[in-house]
């Protein structure tokens, strides 16, 4: 009985990771404040977009990358 809860739980976790992969592709998060109450916050937050933004693009080059060099791209 303990193998198949662990084979579930390891399953369910592929399939969560798989849709918040998709989640992610589709759709962009940013932080939104409704009060300006400090500038190192929002400073701290532009950072973070900043950095998020470039690491999705650079997934994507090295996705398509990867296509490319194992011949599955359309």
Do not use: P
Request: negative net charge; hydrophobic residues 40%; aromatic residues 12%.
């Amino acid at each position: 009985m303990l193998v198949f809860i662990t084979a579930g739980a390891i399953i369910g976790s592929f399939f969560v990771e798989y849709l918040v992969h998709l989640f992610s592709d589709h759709y962009e998060i940013e932080w939104d404040s409704a009060s300006e109450n400090g500038k190192d916050i929002n400073f701290a937050q532009e950072i973070a977009t900043a950095m998020r933004k470039t690491h999705r693009e650079s997934e994507r080059q090295m996705n398509k990358a990867f296509k490319v060099a194992s011949g599955t791209h359309c």
